[in-house]
C-alpha cells in the first residue's frame, strides 16, 4: 500500500477536497506520510508581494493557503510535512513526484487559474501525463 504521498494544493477549492481525500485516504494506511506540496508561481509571487508589502505578509499568505489542509490531516492524525516550492507549478511537482520516491500523487483536477478551468486543470493534466506513479485527481 502507499506509504509516501504527494500532496500537491494551491488553495484552490479542488485542492482543498483533494486535501480531504488524501487525509481519508492516508488514515487508513498505517505509518504514511504526507508531504504537503505548495508551489509559489514565479509570476504570482512578483504579484502578490508588491501588492502585500513585503515578504513577511506574504510567506503568511501562503501558508494561509494549505491551512485547511494541514487541519484535515491533522485530524486524522497524519504525519505530515509541508514543502514550500518555487516555479512553475506543474514541471516542479512532477520533478518531485519523480524524483522522491512516492507512491501516490494527490491533486485537485482544476486550480486558482480561471483560464486553465475548462474540464482538467492544465496543471493536474501536465501531472497525470509525466509522473510515474499513481495520481489520484479529485474533482
Not at 502585500?52 to 485530524?75: A, T
Request: net charge negative; aromatic share 6%.
Amino acid at each position: 500500500m502507499y506509504q509516501s504521498i504527494l500532496l500537491a494544493v494551491d488553495g484552490s477549492e479542488n485542492s482543498m477536497r483533494a486535501g480531504k481525500q488524501a487525509a481519508q485516504l492516508a488514515s487508513l494506511i498505517k505509518g504514511v506520510e504526507v508531504t504537503v506540496l505548495y508551489v509559489s508561481d514565479f509570476n504570482e509571487d512578483s504579484n502578490e508581494e508588491v501588492h502585500d508589502g513585503g515578504s513577511i505578509e506574504f510567506e503568511l499568505s501562503r501558508k494561509k493557503k494549505i491551512q485547511p489542509v494541514r487541519e484535515s490531516l491533522e485530524r486524522e492524525n497524519i504525519y505530515y510535512k509541508t514543502e514550500i516550492m518555487h516555479g512553475r507549478p506543474a514541471p516542479v511537482i512532477i520533478e518531485l513526484a519523480n524524483d522522491g520516491n512516492f507512491d501516490l500523487v494527490v491533486i485537485g483536477s482544476r486550480g486558482l487559474n480561471p483560464i486553465s478551468e475548462m474540464v482538467l486543470g492544465s496543471v493536474s493534466h501536465k501531472v497525470l501525463n509525466h509522473v510515474h506513479c499513481p495520481v489520484l485527481v479529485v474533482k
